[in-house]
């Protein structure tokens, strides 16, 4: 049966990245015998400075149908982020209930850590992150616009559903992998809505017995995550918290441009959607060299989710064995490599 993506180049460096996607994906498609379509969306900031809108008012309902959504990144100059984020990414991660952020990070060979002692293999962990709902909340507002005594107020909310469904998925997937799990927090400072979040993680942790865990505040998991990043293995934070932490993780990792993320919706009401974490990055668009490994490791990711997970590992290692190599590898890794040559030294690859 035909598995179909909907695919959203999006801005800059999307559409380059998410090219050399399609070589890697054609090729793991070939060789694993997979039956993959796609349709492809041109929502993006160059649409909004058209139309007025990134996607059409009927959008959703057209992503609907499909069996996965693949992402590049949006974002231009001239468009405010909000307006981007707010006006497709946010929407979609909402309305089709993807309510897991997942972040992997892992020093590849090849890629040097930021981090004196950090080598290649050391670090290999995974935010999961809350992604619909917590600080980033429409609820809330601006009073007395304009005046001295302007001021905005905006609500985290943070649903007994919402934290259980989400720990819940950091727990089993601590328990797949190490079985350690380390959930963020700050109940501290924040004394609403952090102190439920870890009541609602001693809970639901009576179910995974299996499973070591332990709490930690925010400040001080930021230090240790640059400190001593090895020690960690799955961390379940909330949307502001994994947010912040999944962008510190892959600068300790070497490079944004390898940090691959999955929008879940694990019940599978919705599509899913796979996206790098990186944005459009405008400063080095349209020169052929922006590193597609982060939409790469994405797509992996996807194969997983549509239950090719032999494909999607061999995709991986594929990424993996061409990342070794200074000759297919893109600048930003102190390689030579430009997008396109690492989309053919992979699919080459996952061919053998
Ligand atoms: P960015 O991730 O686009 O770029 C940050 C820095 O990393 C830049 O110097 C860029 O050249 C470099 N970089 C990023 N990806 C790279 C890659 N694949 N290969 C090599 N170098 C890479 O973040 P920035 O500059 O803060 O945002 C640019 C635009 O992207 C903004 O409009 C922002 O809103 C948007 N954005 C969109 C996201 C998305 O679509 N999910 C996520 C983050 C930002
Ligand atoms: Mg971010």
Not at 184 to 192: D, W, Y
């Amino acid at each position: 049966m035909t598995q179909q993506i909907a695919v959203i180049p999006g801005d800059g460096i999307g559409p380059e990245v998410i090219s050399a996607t399609r070589t890697a994906l054609d090729a793991v498609a070939r060789s694993h015998g997979l039956d993959l379509a796609y349709d492809t969306f041109d929502w993006s900031c160059r649409r909004y400075l058209e139309q007025g809108a990134m996607m059409p008012a009927d959008g959703l309902d057209l992503l609907q149908p499909y069996d996965a959504i693949l992402l590049g990144a949006v974002g231009w100059p001239g468009v405010p982020d909000h307006v981007s984020l707010w006006g497709l990414l946010i929407p979609i991660r909402r309305t089709f209930r993807q309510y897991v952020n997942l972040r992997p990070v892992a020093v590849l060979d090849g890629v040097d850590s930021p981090l004196r002692d950090v080598r290649a293999g050391d670090v290999d962990l995974v935010v999961v992150r809350e992604n619909v709902e917590g600080e980033y909340s429409e609820i809330g507002g601006r009073h007395n616009r304009g005046f001295p005594d302007e001021m905005a107020v905006q609500e985290s909310v943070f649903t007994r559903a919402g934290v259980t469904r989400v720990v819940d998925y950091a727990f089993e997937l601590a328990r797949a992998r190490s079985g350690y799990l380390t959930s963020a927090t700050k109940s501290n400072g924040i004394v609403h809505t952090l102190p439920f979040w870890d009541e609602v993680v001693a809970e639901r942790a009576e179910r995974f017995g299996d499973v070591r865990w332990d709490a930690e505040h925010i400040d001080a998991l930021a230090a240790k995550l640059v400190l001593e990043p090895g020690r960690f293995d799955v961390i379940v934070g909330s949307n502001l918290f994994g947010d912040i932490l999944s962008d510190l993780a892959a600068a300790v990792a070497g490079s944004i441009g390898v940090a691959p993320s999955a929008n879940l919706d694990p019940t599978r009401t919705f599509p899913s959607m796979f996206e790098p974490v990186h944005g459009s990055a405008p400063d080095i668009a349209g020169r052929g060299v922006a590193d597609p490994v982060g939409a790469l490791w994405s797509a992996a990711m996807m194969l997983d989710h549509l239950g090719h997970e032999e494909a999607g590992a061999d995709l991986l290692a594929a990424v993996r064995s061409t990342v070794r190599s200074p000759a297919t590898r893109t600048p930003d890794l102190g390689g030579t490599a430009r997008t396109t040559e690492v989309a053919d030294a992979v699919a080459a690859a996952v061919s053998r």
